[in-house]
């Protein structure tokens, strides 16, 4: 092992280059502390309102709840919806499973819609073909926050009067048209796992655009019961009065995540940062034909949450993730789709060819991004268009 290190290119680095790195802003335990201080330890506490607000105030929603997970906001938004079973809901399939998960446990069935080829969003060229009598609702994904085609997929679904939901888990921050992304759907669900570009280790919310939703969503979260009411003194008892689960996180978690809110310009900007870094340095490379670099629409403003590589086909795909680990870097791939997984192909369906969803997913890696990678991007860089050139 010496050897081959003495034989390998400059490596002015020693540490490993991890995919992904969290980001702590430095007062997440100041925050923790306080709300130990407060004694509020369960939900719905001082930060949870704090960090409430601020997503009222940042994305424009009429109300935001926080949930322990995107995963429970979209389940929440599945219950929400009405979802019955055979109700069929049009999704992409390159997304994560829990966009699908969320209305299958409600008998809904995902019908799988291919991605266009530039963003690798829902195409809304294909979705009015996959429409049925059972369609109730459209999920949009913003993959790797930039987003859809809001205005097309807004007016498809008023014209078939479907809902509209956005799996906005990794959008929070960017925006089309200088409109934030989860305020275009009737709900939204946005994520701060630590995967996320805000984070609180597990954690998410939903984002209500509609007034009518808010009162059933804050039932839904306390377990069916009317306790949200009640503490703001609009009922005087409290009992059970619909379905519902516990979604809602503790306000500890909120204290944590509160660090992260208060930071979110200066993340999403140091994230930018490196975003562009990595486009600028692979212009060539694009140039060549040796990768495709991520295409963003005029109307997106993205939130930098991911930076990714498209190459020729999956050999090279391979060759070029081991090529970087060879020298410690860990570039990842991303979906496997969801129509041809073993649950999707029992749950869902695909609506029709699914041709880039499948070309797309076997060629895309996604590079480090992270906070603090600032020194040792340069370095990335080069061992990336290093191993481009095999
Ligand atoms: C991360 C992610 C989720 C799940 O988020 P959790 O907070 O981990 O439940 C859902 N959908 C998409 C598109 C995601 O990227």
């Known amino acids: 092992m010496p050897d081959r290190r003495r034989h390998r290119y400059r490596k002015p680095i020693l540490t490993q280059v ?49 949930t322990h997970s995107c995963t429970g906001a979209l389940e929440m938004a599945a219950l929400l919806s009405g979802i019955g079973p055979g109700d069929e809901i049009i999704m992409p399939s390159f997304t994560f499973v829990s966009t699908a998960n969320a209305f299958v446990l409600r008998g ?14 829902l195409d809304e060229s294909k979705v009015e073909a996959a ?73 998410g919310a939903l984002l209500l655009n509609r007034d009518q939703l808010i009162e059933r969503a804050e039932i839904i979260r306390e377990k069916g019961t009317n306790r949200s009411q009640f503490f703001r003194g609009d009922v005087d008892k409290y009992t059970w009065v619909d379905v519902g689960s516990s979604f809602l996180p503790s306000d500890i978690l909120a204290a944590f995540l509160w660090a992260q809110l208060e930071a979110a310009d200066s993340i999403t900007t140091a994230r930018q940062a490196l975003w562009r870094r990595y486009h600028q340095a692979f212009a060539d490379s694009e140039r060549a034909g040796r990768a495709r670099r991520p295409i963003v ?68 890696v996604r590079l480090p991004l992270w906070i603090g990678l600032e020194s040792l991007q340069e370095h990335v860089i080069e061992r990336c268009r290093s191993a481009l050139q095999d």
Not at 20 to 32: C, F, M, V, W
Not at 167 to 193: K, N, V
Not at 324 to 337: E, G, N, S, T, W
Request: glycine share 8%; aromatic share 8%.
């Open 18 to 66: 991890s995919f992904n790195k969290p980001y702590l802003t430095g007062r997440e335990l100041e925050y923790i502390r306080q709300a130990h201080e407060f004694m509020h330890l369960s939900g719905d506490g001082p930060f949870t309102k704090r960090c409430q607000a601020w997503l009222e105030r940042a994305i424009g929603c009429r109300k935001a709840l926080l």
């Open 108 to 121: 809904g069935v995902p019908v799988f819609v291919d991605v266009r080829e530039d963003t690798l969003n």
């Open 131 to 203: 429409i049925t009598p059972r369609t109730r609702a459209i999920v949009v994904v913003h993959y790797a926050g930039i987003a859809c085609a809001m205005d097309r997929l807004c007016a498809i679904a008023k014209r078939h009067g479907l809902l509209l939901i956005e799996d906005a888990a990794q959008a929070l921050g960017a925006s089309y048209r200088g409109r934030p992304l989860g305020s275009f759907g009737e709900m939204a669900a946005i994520s701060f796992h630590e995967t996320k570009n805000l984070i609180s280790g597990e954690g």
């Open 297 to 364: 629409p005029s109307e997106a403003a993205p939130n930098a949450h991911t930076y990714f590589l498209i190459l020729r086909d999956s050999a090279a795909r391979s060759r070029f993730i081991q090529r970087l680990r060879q020298d410690d870097i860990y570039a990842v791939f991303h979906y496997v789709p969801l129509h041809s997984s073993p649950a999707g192909r029992k749950y869902g369906r695909a609506s029709a060819s699914m041709s880039v969803t499948d070309a797309v997913s076997e060629r895309l």
